[in-house]
């Protein structure tokens, strides 16, 4: 005798939320099998005639077990989960044991349902219309190492992310290990939504931050949705473009900024001072000056032989990492290169340990950020816009030995330690290429523009704008 097990999504939260089809479905099924709760939400819709089949939470095997069974009996069974019974819910368990062949004579079908991270999606505005993924921190039965991998895939390559199961009474400090993950990944300014009971009568919702939001505010019951590198708030809404008007922007100004910055190389290239540079150096002073609109850059901007073109070769390759010392650097740095070579931008100053290493090694917190930094990307390039102990740190390591990155940029500003730090760097490069604005000077847009020049330098001859060998 056949028999059928329909898993049906239960959509997330109120009524209004199941779908037309998982409702005939309950109205038509002979028993209705399914957690306690949800079969306790649901029981004004199932008629008397209809069988039920509770069990409380971990009884996952027995709820499958028990409807198979029925459904031998010719019966049509359906298997409830709350939001789509296809994420986090019975339907895998359902077709994994259908899958066995113990039960040749029972068909299986799967309902749509509108999970959860939807439903939040939704009330927070548009948060996931790009890429996504969504990540549960229970580590009831995925180890927790596998979990942190996801979280730090997750974390680089800019998805936005939502968040189940965040926290429960016995499982608190996940949440708070997920934050520190993503903060090294991420500007503690990223958008945060929190939903939670999403559609019920007591719904909240709150607007956060990666780094201001309080992991011991989520429970069982919230869904979190952190955005991407391009998600912003817009009053109440949270938004992550999905690209319509920055390609059209894009189009648009591209050939405009091309002209208008080929010009101005072109007159930059006309008053600056023959000077015998490699083409790859004098690109990148031709960088600093269209920054600055400061021509002593051609007296001040020292570099390695060869380092911007070494710097093009690793940087394009695809892969590399640059270390900053400071966000405002990140923000420098132009990111379709980025995006295109898949360059991954870490700034260690608000990752939880710096604070920590600072005091117990008695450095300030710009020095232990490099010090974890070269220990955790040892072939990065580091790049320091800011702050001179950073750079002091860097020299150090690079004089001790067995320290041999990418390369150095060394371009702080101001007026301890400022000057200081460039002659160590000097001194203590060796074989490691760097390039530095002597004196005071410098800046985290001049350190920015430095590798962007080292992004763009096959742009150099084509732009013609006055290079020499």
């Known amino acids: 005798m056949s028999g059928r097990i329909t898993v049906a999504g239960l959509g997330s939260g109120s009524d209004s939320m199941m779908t037309p089809q998982v409702l005939e479905a309950i109205i038509s099924a002979d028993a209705v099998v399914g957690y306690t709760g949800y079969i306790k939400s649901i029981e004004h819709l199932i008629p008397d005639s209809v069988q039920t089949v509770a069990t409380g939470m971990t009884g996952e095997m027995q709820r499958a077990e028990q409807a198979f069974a029925l459904a031998s009996e010719g019966r049509h069974v359906v298997v409830v989960s709350s939001g789509d019974a296809g994420i986090y819910g019975m339907a895998p368990l359902i077709l994994e044991l259908h899958a066995s062949g113990r039960w040749p004579d029972v068909t299986v079908e799967v309902l749509a349902g509108i999970s959860a991270f939807q439903a939040a999606a939704a009330r927070l505005g548009a948060p996931v219309s790009h890429d996504f993924c ?227 090694a008695g450095i300030t917190r710009s020095q232990a950020g490099m010090r974890l930094a070269a220990g955790e990307h040892p072939d990065a390039l580091f790049v320091i816009g800011n702050a001179p102990t950073a750079l002091l740190e860097l020299a150090s390591l690079l004089q001790r030995g067995g320290f041999a990155p990418m390369g150095v940029i060394g371009a702080p500003v101001g007026f301890v330690n400022v000057v200081e730090s460039k002659h160590r760097l000097k001194a203590a490069a060796g074989a490691t290429p760097i390039a530095v604005i002597e004196g005071r000077k410098g800046g985290s847009a001049i350190a920015a523009t430095i590798v962007n020049a080292a992004f763009s330098l096959d742009e150099a001859e084509a732009m013609n704008p006055g290079c020499h060998v």
């Open 134 to 360: 969504a990540i549960s921190l229970s580590d009831l039965m995925t180890p927790w190492e596998v979990i942190e991998k996801r979280i730090e895939a997750a974390a680089t390559a800019d998805f936005v992310t939502a968040v189940y199961n965040p926290r429960s009474r016995d499982r608190y400090w996940q949440i708070h290990r997920f934050r520190e993950l993503f903060l090294r990944h991420r500007s503690p300014a990223t958008p945060v939504g929190i939903v939670r009971n999403v559609s019920r009568d007591d719904e909240s919702v709150m607007l956060t931050t990666l780094g201001e939001f309080d992991p011991d505010s989520l429970d069982m019951f919230t869904v979190m949705l952190v955005g991407n590198s391009s998600t912003f708030f817009s009053g109440q809404r949270m938004i992550t473009p999905r690209g319509y008007f920055s390609r059209e922007e894009e189009d648009r100004s591209m050939a405009v900024g091309q002209s208008i910055m080929s010009g101005s190389f072109r007159t930059i290239a006309g008053l600056m001072k023959p000077d015998g540079r490699q083409i790859d150096e004098r690109w990148a002073v031709m960088h600093t000056i269209h920054t600055t609109a400061d021509f002593e850059m051609q007296e001040l901007f020292h570099a390695s032989p060869g380092a911007i073109r070494r710097w093009h070769d690793a940087l394009t390759a695809g892969g590399a990492t640059i270390i900053t010392d400071v966000t405002m650097v990140q923000s420098g740095l132009r990111k379709v290169a980025m995006d295109r070579y898949g360059v991954t931008v870490h700034c260690f100053l608000h990752d939880p340990r710096v604070a920590e290493l600072a005091k117990s």
